[in-house]
């Protein structure tokens, strides 16, 4: 298992990059963005399986990585603000390297930098208001999930694994709202319903 200052700040690093991805993934238009997605994703749900024991598969991580270039290459072509898909991409960049052992960051200095990024989204997209908020939420929770770290890390990685896919779908929904779902989620975690799709893959 990882070390506990290392292992919290993997998970929350990557909780940050797969909620925030719901909102790329469902502006996607076509097939070939989405498989870019995909991978990308794949690289991403590789830190819930290493924090349970596994290897670090460099296939996968460089296969993210190139996916994740190639994604900012077509930011024009997600209809999203570009400056919000580009600070995706960087946040994105910054995870995987960290997971790859290449560079370190702290939960920090990823949280403070989501926040940014969020703020585009919600500046120029009419149905992310509330989004700055809601992200902020979301950073509070994976804190207090935080504190159980070190007395079963197991245990936390799966409640914030659990709530990130919860997360994800609310980030769906400020870019592609479902048929009367309450826009209404910056109060704190939504509850998951609504009929938006989703990556839906297990780790």
């Given at each position: 298992?990882?070390?506990?200052?290392?292992?919290?700040?993997?998970?929350?690093?990557?909780?940050?990059?797969?909620r925030?991805?719901?909102?790329?993934?469902?502006?996607c238009p076509?097939d070939?963005?989405?498989?870019?997605y995909?991978?990308?994703d794949?690289g991403?749900?590789?830190?819930?399986?290493?924090l349970?024991g596994?290897?670090i598969h460099p296939g996968?991580v460089?296969?993210?990585?190139?996916?994740?270039?190639?994604?900012g290459?077509?930011s024009?072509?997600?209809?999203?603000?570009?400056?919000?898909?580009l600070?995706?991409?960087?946040?994105a960049?910054?995870?995987?390297?960290?997971?790859?052992?290449?560079?370190?960051?702290?939960?920090?200095?990823?949280?403070?930098r989501?926040l940014?990024?969020?703020?585009?989204?919600?500046?120029?997209?009419?149905d992310?208001?509330?989004?700055v908020?809601f992200?902020?939420?979301?950073?509070v929770?994976?804190?207090?999930?935080?504190e159980?770290?070190?007395?079963?890390?197991?245990?936390?990685?799966?409640?914030?694994r659990?709530?990130?896919?919860?997360?994800?779908?609310?980030?769906?929904?400020?870019?592609?709202?479902?048929?009367g779902?309450?826009?209404?989620v910056?109060?704190?975690?939504?509850?998951g319903?609504g009929?938006?799709?989703?990556?839906g893959?297990?780790?």
């Amino acid at each position: 298992m990882q070390n506990a200052a290392r292992g919290a700040a993997l998970a929350s690093n990557a909780s940050v990059v797969l909620r925030m991805g719901g909102a790329v993934f469902v502006a996607c238009p076509d097939d070939r963005l989405q498989s870019l997605y995909y991978r990308l994703d794949a690289g991403m749900r590789a830190v819930w399986r290493h924090l349970r024991g596994s290897d670090i598969h460099p296939g996968v991580v460089r296969e993210a990585e190139e996916a994740n270039r190639a994604l900012g290459e077509q930011s024009r072509a997600l209809g999203l603000p570009q400056e919000f898909v580009l600070g995706y991409r960087d946040l994105a960049a910054t995870a995987l390297a960290h997971f790859a052992r290449r560079e370190e960051v702290s939960r920090e200095e990823v949280c403070t930098r989501a926040l940014e990024v969020v703020g585009f989204l919600e500046a120029e997209v009419a149905d992310a208001q509330g989004a700055v908020e809601f992200e902020r939420s979301c950073q509070v929770a994976v804190g207090s999930l935080l504190e159980g770290w070190a007395d079963d890390p197991l245990a936390t990685m799966r409640k914030i694994r659990h709530e990130t896919g919860v997360w994800a779908l609310a980030y769906q929904r400020f870019v592609a709202p479902a048929p009367g779902a309450d826009p209404d989620v910056a109060g704190g975690p939504p509850s998951g319903r609504g009929g938006v799709r989703g990556p839906g893959r297990a780790a």
